[in-house]
């Protein structure tokens, strides 16, 4: 079990980094076709955020009851990814070739780009998903040596 | 560079090994970007020198506190000559390989000059790593992703204790 940090320069600094750090992960997650980037560091990016303030407030916090709710999405990154490879064979093509993609008013290009942003998206919940839920089970045993103590 | 990496498989404490680590993988992150790879440094600082280095923290702190100290064996008569001979082996082998930048090198002629002219007509995307990553290479991305998954999985049925 992680505890809330003691002292108050960390605190006050998470609080503040937290929201910059999410934000910057989102910023590589959609930016990742036009600069460096891209749904897997974005949603490492994403991920850190999370167990930063996992780290700081600890599990009980308010944060950290968010973080341990995302951990119910596990899959749902893999959904969205095998979703839009399905919906291409829906839309009469191959698995996963975005030109086929049933949506009216674009063109083929537009499609695949389209495409790229929804399954680097469905990379960057699993990434971040994965990272939360490994941080989680690596702090989980020291909950059962704390029930044994008292 | 390789300071921090000789410091990291030297160093006896085992919590200065991982911030040596964290700092290796920061100047590798520093001489992929110089080479012009910025998608591949981005990954390296981030995963490389941010999560790793938390992951690692985190199962030194759920280690017992004796564990942290190291006891090694000195290395045996058949590593030493064997693995200056395999350096060596590599050495000789990399001297055929193509010069950086090449551009007569096998990579740079089979089907990269497709990517690169096609990419932005085909996909609207500036990045060319990401619609190869993400478009013409699809299916091998979204295998990673399932590895990824079924780590994190792994990791949350042979770690977590509570039912």
């Known amino acids: 079990m992680i505890r809330p940090h003691d002292s108050i320069i960390v605190q006050t600094l998470g609080r503040f980094l937290v929201p910059v750090v999410q934000i910057f992960g989102l910023y590589v997650l959609f930016f990742g076709q036009y600069g460096p980037g891209g749904g897997f560091v974005g949603g490492v990016i994403l991920g850190t955020g999370m167990i930063l303030s996992v780290l700081i407030f600890g599990h009980s916090g308010s944060r950290g009851q968010i973080a341990k709710k995302v951990l119910h999405a596990d899959g749902v990154g893999m959904l969205i990814y095998a979703g839009v490879g399905g919906l291409c064979m829906i839309g009469g093509g191959e698995f996963l070739n975005y030109a086929n993609l049933e949506i009216p008013g674009l063109e083929t290009a537009s499609r695949r780009s389209l495409g790229i942003v929804l399954t680097q998206i469905g990379v960057a919940i699993d990434v971040a998903v994965t990272a939360v839920s490994i941080v989680f089970s690596l702090s989980a045993e020291e909950v059962i040596e704390d029930s044994i103590n008292v | ?163």
């Open chain 2, 1 to 163: 560079m390789s300071l921090a990496r000789a410091g990291a498989i030297m160093v006896k404490d085992l919590m200065s090994a991982v911030l040596l680590l964290g700092s290796y993988s920061f100047f590798l992150s520093l001489v992929w970007a110089s080479q012009g790879a910025v998608d591949v440094a981005f990954v390296e600082a981030v995963v490389g020198a941010g999560l790793a280095t938390v992951l690692f923290l985190l199962t030194l702190f759920g280690t017992a506190p004796k564990d942290t100290r190291l006891q090694r064996p000195p290395p045996s008569l058949i590593t030493l000559i064997i693995f200056p001979l395999l350096g060596v082996l590599l050495l000789y082998a990399a001297k055929d390989l193509p010069g950086f930048g090449d551009p007569n090198s096998p990579a740079s002629l089979h089907i990269s000059p497709t990517y690169l002219e096609q990419s932005y007509q085909d996909t609207l995307t500036p990045n060319v790593v990401t619609s190869v990553l993400m478009d013409y290479r699809s299916l091998d991305t979204m295998i990673e992703t399932v590895v990824i998954f079924t780590a994190g999985i792994a990791c949350a049925l042979l770690l977590r204790r509570q039912a």
